[in-house]
């Protein structure tokens, strides 16, 4: 929430950017029939409107003052058929401006999801999900604004203005030209008066989020505040945090409660002059009681469009920053793309090798250099080492989630990236550490590693995996709901099913992240069958923290410090005594300390 | 107040006294309790929510009005411009004043109209302020229990968007229900006062606008309400999307995902459409209606005033104020709409606020001086309470498990007899300086044994003395100070290290004394490696600090709190081994002269401990020092067998390894003279 705020805070001051707007109208015009539909419904909305005013004026001169009963009937009958016609331009732009917000939403969240898909995993490393979630949705949404409402409005407000003026100086060309030199002035004030309330408004948002995030850190950490008897200066703490926001807020409240009355002072400074200067013009009879009427209307009645306008000024420079972030991921090229060449791989099986690889996530920090590496068809390699330590590294660039940024790396002799990525992805089967369901039946799930499984196909794989009975004594079997990222399951349920989904894809090599939590121990033998049973003639890569699996390992990679520190069989290793030996030998301890738990336990039984 | 002035005397350091006057501003927290605002009917709880702003809310519903007057006072001098200046020869000379006259009616209504939103807002922000603090507050006094059991996203979000929907609602929403029928009110009188007859055709359809509009307004709520579930929807598949990104790329399911989001993304436009249509219905249709009423307004005035019943002026003033009458009503649905919404909000924090509070300062003795640390437990057992009295339980039964204050959901509804025993005939004696080692299994309820001793639970029966005063008698806030906690999972505060090292000890400390504190706990090197020191921000705008090292700061927490009683809770479990030693070294310094409990997994943590417990279930089921134990058949002996087998099997197993290697390489060299593999690591 705090890191996305500061995102937006960082980009709000993007200045006008022509660009952007014509590109955001663009994505209206897409729909120009929607566009074109609001914008002749406003357009006559705002003329009809002018002229109701007129016809006020005239129910007062050619009706009451000129005592003609059958002229009033006229103009009221006129007035009601307009009336009925305005209701239909309010339904027309009411519809076609809903809707077009929506259809550029709906637009432009799906192009953005299309290009999420295509790009590589180095985008998402750099960008955090909560980023990139607020694009897709309060951006989309201020965009969608702009090109209804926001433009709606502008082209509204100035049509108000401008057929009102038209009429007034219609009536009386003097008075109108007084209104029209106090016209500019009401609608610059109105708009730095919004743009000034929008500012003290980021100021309220900001405290808002430090007001929450003191919160947060009073109730997950209150066993130890209440150990520490804080109580008394956290309130403290935190009452200043709210007396600042009470200020941001009260200011802000204020500035805008003072808003609307400047404006009105401005316009009734308008009205005053009319009054006085229509008054002389009443004498010399260039000018009518129903146009004094009519011109205070006018007036008066311009507020709103000034209002509108105002808002859109203000809102619409969010609206461009929020456009901009949208076409920069939109924009976004792919690190990693097909080459035009490329061709899809009948195969991958064979050895893999690297060949003097260089790479790093960033510029100066090198992770790995002139890495050589040679893995025979059907190995199974350990990737072991603290956490954070870069085990993944490997795993990734032999998925090509990532590519050397020197040296080769061959698949089968070939070099990958003369292969299409769908090509690799496709043969690859993956079962990440904390396993990744999708909210959807366990079938659904399932079938995710091969969309055309069927059914049976779809329990073959479970049973393989070791998943199939549990997945029978759930209430509804392989229809059971997993809920969203699979919380209705157990851990070690999740990662039999992510097993199970990886059998059904039938990769020709494996990738596993073994969980570091804890599973029960049935669970845990099952995974353990079913990783075997995968790793069978395939080359297979493990970031491993069991022991049995390290010691299956053809070869074990000791990763520290981003690098690999050591290498060779479970023996050679251990025989060195370095940081594999105590890598294991902590290992071997913590998975006794399950032991440990039971004797405790199973002594009172006996006693 | 005393006590503020009292410490601006005293203080002396200028920095110290800045920080004494922010708090003086806050001093009002203390003032008010918002218990008061428990009661059935929601629209007195918002009442009593609101005092001290009662006052100002209803100057503010006062001048609401005052700008509705401003508004009818310009239909009235129009009338009077028209009929007694304009067209009267004598007059003329008053049009200049009656054009100032037009621009100080709008400062007349504009400063009202400000002083409206101004106060508005003034009362709204500062009721939301003191229930922001409130709950704050209440929340770090809430028993551990209550907190065992609500998840924090639960509490934050009512703490910060229900409290936000109580701020609309004093804000906008219910002065706008005043507003506008104030607004209503004033003009019509006006209207009554210019022809009664008149008056009365021109508000025909105002009852039928004001049942539409709240009719519309209650649909609209509903499939506005699709419409965000439908949004949700959209954000969780794309969430599970990003957060997915690996397998969706491992399995190459890139269309498929696009079809899937497809799917939801297309459902919103539609409820999109949906929301449009409605609003495209309910403008229009209320449109005609007024516009009809208001055109029957004008055919009327106008014929009247054809037949001399009234003057222009008196139809120009008609006119203008029946427009202020007719249009205004239409947005009162959405007020009245969304009162439902901030009724819902009030009631979620109703029930925060509804829960006990744990009575800090309650208890015949107040620790004055320092504890020796002589802990007696006789006979202790223990389980999780039952509500305190019978109209607690009632209220708990009606608003279901949520209520009950003091009782873990899985256990909420039972009856108290038949819940299980947490501790069971706990009878023990810790002397001052003692080192006492709890040995258990999980859930075998050592936790629960320590957490008595700060009264984080009370006990159910039975008797715990420390320095000879029964702990039930004990105020828990004077008590707690005596009592330090090294927890397992240390937790850190998103402050300086500064901040955190002297976080509670409650008093004033010289840096010289946080630093020594730091050495003593074997952080200090590593704090000075930080960018800006002991002035290094923690957490996510700062350095992020490991297992160990968070640790040895809550150790130097501790240090620098100097307890007399101190728990540590497996301190050393969650730590790797290169720091191990150090973090020892710092506990055994903290555990000199103080009566010491040490929860631990394995035996080397106990077993130089002056009195072992070893527990199971809830019951004492060992109880001496290491050889004794050890003598003994029983858990300790059988879990020290254990380790000492574990260790010996690994030592074992490096061994055999090891030696097999050797062999198989000294065959590797005499065969081949060298290596197959393409790889060297050194």
Redesign the interface.
């Known amino acids: 929430m ?2 996305q705020e500061h995102f937006e805070e960082e980009e709000f001051n993007t200045q006008f950017n022509g660009q952007t707007v014509v590109r955001i109208a663009k994505q209206g015009l897409a729909h120009w029939p929607l566009m074109f539909g609001y914008l002749v419904c406003i357009a006559a909305l705002a003329v009809l409107e002018s002229y109701f005013t007129y016809l ?1 004026k005239l ?2 001169d050619d ?3 000129a ?1 003609d ?1 059958e002229a ?2 006229r103009i ?1 009958a006129q ?2 058929a307009l ?2 016609a ?3 331009l ?2 027309g732009f ?2 076609c401006a ?2 077009l ?3 550029v ?2 637009d432009l ?2 192009k953005m ?2 290009r ?3 790009l590589s ?1 180095s985008y ?1 490393n750099q960008t955090p ?1 909560g980023w ?2 607020s694009r ?2 309060s951006d989309v949404g201020r965009v969608g604004e702009l090109v209804s409402w926001g433009f709606l409005d502008t082209v509204w407000g100035i049509l108000s203005i401008v057929t009102s003026l038209a009429f007034m100086l219609y009536i009386n060309w003097q008075m109108g030209a007084i209104v029209a030199l106090i016209i500019p002035a009401l609608v610059v004030v109105a708009a730095l008066f919004k743009r000034r309330i929008l500012v003290e408004y980021r100021q309220v948002r900001k405290m ?1 989020s430090k ?21 008394e ?4 703490e ?3 945090l ?2 600042q ?2 200020k941001a ?2 200011r802000a ?2 500035l ?3 808003f ?3 404006v ?2 401005i ?3 308008a ?3 009319i ?2 200067y229509g ?2 013009q ?2 010399t009879g260039s000018m009518t ?1 129903g146009g ?2 009519a011109f ?1 209307s006018y007036i008066t009645f311009m507020l709103f469009p000034v209002q509108e306008m105002a808002r859109v000024y203000a809102e619409m420079q969010q609206a461009i920053a929020s456009g901009e972030r949208i076409f920069s991921l939109i924009d976004a090229v792919p690190e990693i793309q097909d080459r035009p060449s490329a061709v899809e791989p009948e195969t991958i099986r064979g050895d893999i ?1 690297f060949e003097d690889v260089d790479f790093a996530y960033e510029d100066d920090k090198p992770v790995l250099e002139k890495f ?3 893995i025979r068809q059907g190995e199974t390699i350990a990737l072991v080492g ?1 956490t954070g330590a870069g085990k993944s590294t490997l795993v990734n660039l032999v ?1 090509r ?1 990532f590519e050397p940024r020197a040296g080769r790396i061959l698949f089968n002799g070939t070099d990958y990236r003369d292969l299409t ?2 090509g690799i ?2 043969r ?3 079962v ?1 550490q904390t396993p ?1 369901l ?2 959807g039946t366990i079938r659904e799930n399932l079938r ?2 091969r ?1 055309d499984a069927t059914d049976a196909e779809i329990e073959a794989a479970a049973q393989m995996a070791g998943a199939h009975d549990f997945i029978l004594e759930l209430e509804n079997g392989y229809e059971s709901e997993v809920g ?2 699979g919380v209705l399951l157990s851990v070690g349920q999740k990662q039999l099913l992510s097993l199970a ?1 990886a059998v059904l ?1 039938n990769p020709e090599i494996f ?1 596993m992240d073994e969980a570091t939590s804890s599973v029960d121990t049935l669970a845990e033998a099952l995974i353990q069958q079913a990783m075997e049973k995968l790793m069978q003639g395939r080359t297979s890569f493990v970031i491993a923290h069991r022991l049995s699996t390290i010691k299956q390992a053809d070869r074990i990679l000791v990763i520290e410090n981003g690098g ?4 060779g ?4 290793l ?2 060195k005594r370095g940081h594999y ?2 890598l ?3 290992q ?2 913590d998975e ?2 399950a ?10 039984v006996t ?1 | 107040m005393e006590a503020t002035t009292d410490v601006r005397q005293n203080g002396t350091d200028p920095n110290r006294l800045g920080e004494r006057e922010k708090m003086q501003e806050n001093a009002e927290r203390l003032t008010y309790d918002l218990q008061n605002i428990l009661v059935e009917s929601k629209a007195k709880a918002l009442w009593r929510m609101l005092s001290g702003f009662r006052g100002i809310y209803a100057v503010a519903t006062v001048a609401a009005g005052l700008a509705a007057l401003g508004r009818t006072g310009v239909a009235y001098l129009l009338r009077y411009f028209i009929d007694d200046v304009l067209q009267v020869e004598a007059s003329q000379w008053l049009i200049p004043w009656v054009a100032l006259g037009f621009i100080g009616l709008a400062l007349f209504q504009g400063f009202f109209t400000y002083l409206t939103g101004r106060l508005a807002a003034q009362s709204a922000e500062g009721v939301v302020r003191r229930l922001r603090n409130y709950i704050y507050d209440h929340l770090q006094r809430l028993t551990f229990t209550y907190h065992d059991r609500m998840q924090t996203g639960e509490l934050i979000s009512r703490a910060t968007s229900d409290v936000d929907t109580i701020r609309r609602l004093y804000q906008d929403q219910l002065i706008g229900i005043g507003r506008i029928t104030l607004l209503f009110l004033v003009n019509f009188v006006g209207l009554l006062f210019l022809d009664v007859r008149l008056a009365l055709y021109s508000v025909i359809v105002i009852p039928f606008i004001v049942a539409a509009s709240i009719f519309f307004f209650k649909k609209m709520e509903k499939t506005y309400e699709a419409y965000q579930n439908q949004e949700a929807k959209v954000s969780s598949r794309l969430q599970e999307n990003l957060t997915g990104v690996r397998v969706v790329k491992a399995f190459a399911r890139q269309e498929f995902e696009i079809d899937r989001f497809e799917a939801e993304n297309y459902k919103k436009y539609e409820r999109g459409k949906e929301l449009a249509n409605l609003h495209a219905t309910f403008w229009p249709v209320t449109d005609v209606i007024s516009g009809l009423q208001m055109l029957l307004a004008f055919y009327l005035g106008a014929l009247a005033t054809i037949n001399g019943d009234i003057s222009v002026g008196t139809y120009l003033a008609y006119a203008g104020l029946v427009i202020n009458v007719i249009w205004p009503i239409r947005g009162l649905g959405r007020l009245v709409a969304s009162i439902s919404t901030g009724v819902v909000s009030l009631e979620r924090l109703q029930q925060i606020i509804r829960q006990q509070r744990e009575p800090l300062g309650q208890g015949t003795h107040q620790l004055r001086e320092r504890l020796v640390g002589d802990v007696r437990f006789d006979d202790v057992s223990f389980r999780y309470a039952t509500p305190a009295s019978a109209a607690d339980r009632e209220k708990a039964i009606a608003t279901q498990a949520e209520e009950e204050p003091n009782v873990p959901a899985q256990i909420a509804g039972i009856p108290s007899a038949d819940r299980e025993w947490v501790l069971q005939n706990i009878s023990l004696h810790a002397k001052p300086g003692q080192v006492i080692g709890l040995l258990g299994a999980t859930g075998s309820g050592k936790t629960s044994l320590v957490n008595l001793l700060p009264r984080f639970y009370d006990y159910t029966s039975g008797s715990i003395a420390i320095d000879g005063i029964e702990l039930r008698e004990i105020a828990r806030d004077g008590l707690r100070a005596q009592i330090g906690i090294v927890q397992q999972e240390p937790f850190l505060f998103s402050t300086t290290i500064r901040g955190n090292i002297t976080y509670g000890v409650g008093r004033d400390v010289s840096d010289e004394e946080v630093e020594a504190a730091a050495r003593a706990a074997a952080v200090h090197d590593v704090i000075l490696g930080f960018p800006n020191g002991y002035d290094t921000m923690v957490g996510e705008r700062g350095v992020t600090l490991s297992g160990g090292q968070k640790q040895r700061v809550t150790i130097a927490r501790t240090l620098l709190k100097n307890p007399s009683i101190l728990i540590l809770d497996d301190a050393t479990s969650s730590v790797d081994t290169e720091t191990d030693a150090a973090i020892r070294a710092a506990l055994h310094r903290l555990m000199e002269n103080r009566t010491t409990f040490i929860i631990a997994h394995r035996v080397q943590s106990v077993m130089e401990a002056d009195q072992i417990l070893v527990m199971d279930q809830g019951r004492i089921v060992q109880h001496g020092i290491h050889d004794e134990l050890l003598a003994q058949e029983g858990i300790y002996r059988r879990v020290y067998d254990l380790q000492a087998r574990i260790e010996e099997d690994l030592e074992r197993e490096i061994a055999e390894v090891v030696e097999a290697t050797d062999k198989r390489l000294a065959g590797d060299a005499g065969k081949t003279n060298g290596r197959n593999g393409a790889v060297t690591v050194r």
Request: charged share 15%; aromatic share 12%; glycine share 10%.
């Open positions: 705090s890191e006020s129910i007062i009706g009451i003052l005592g009963r009033l009937w009221i007035y009601t009336m009925v305005q209701a239909g309010v339904f009411i519809t809903a809707r917000g929506e259809r939403q709906y969240r799906k999801f299309a999420l898909q295509e995993l998402f999900v990139l979630m897709l949705t808002n007001v929450t995030g003191a919160y947060n850190e009073g109730i997950t950490g209150v066993r130890v505040i209440k150990s520490l008897r804080r109580e200066e956290n309130l403290d935190f009452g200043n709210t007396g926001m009470y807020a009260f409240a204020w805008s409660a003072l609307l009355p400047t009105q002072l316009s009734a400074v009205v005053g002059s009054i006085w008054g002389w009443f004498q009681i004094i009427q205070i090798v050589n590496l040679h603290p998925c989630f990525l769908h992805h496709s690859i089967g993956m990440l990744h999708f909210s995710y590693g969309l969203e990222g989904r894809s990738v690999v520190s050591e290498m069989t479970h023996g050679e251990l025989r030996y105590n294991y030998t902590k071997f301890r006794h300390s032991e440990l738990e039971a004797s405790m336990h199973e002594a009172l006693a």
